[in-house]
């Protein structure tokens, strides 16, 4: 008999367009975030913008909007983080981020 598959959650199984976004924003490398999301289709660029308030620091997020205002990417992006830290706020559970505020 064989073994049953290992369970993940891991967004990048289903997602593999996700892992060098996520090495990006980690990194804080906004300038690879960006080229990372540009030229994929809408449907893919807007499910990883929901998955980045896992990834991208409020502060990183934050300073792309600034350098760049008209980056709606880049304001997509804090959007989910700010909401996501709001309902973390409200819930008092912590965020579905671990990475520094």
């Known amino acids: 008999m064989t073994a049953p598959p290992d369970f993940t959650t891991d967004p990048a199984v289903a997602y593999p367009e996700l892992v060098p976004l996520r ?41 792309a909007v600034r350098a760049d205002p008209g980056d709606t990417i880049a304001a997509a992006m804090l959007a989910n983080r700010l909401v996501d830290d709001a309902w973390a706020v409200r819930t008092g559970k912590p ?7």
Do not use: F, K, N, W
Not at 95 to 101: A, D, E, L, Q, V
């Open 23 to 63: 090495t990006a924003l980690r990194d804080g490398d906004r300038p690879a975030a960006r080229r990372q999301l540009a030229d994929l289709p809408a449907g893919t660029r807007t499910s990883l913008v929901q998955l980045s308030p896992e990834y991208g620091s409020r502060e990183l997020l934050a300073s």
């Open 95 to 101: 965020p579905r981020s671990g990475c520094s505020r």
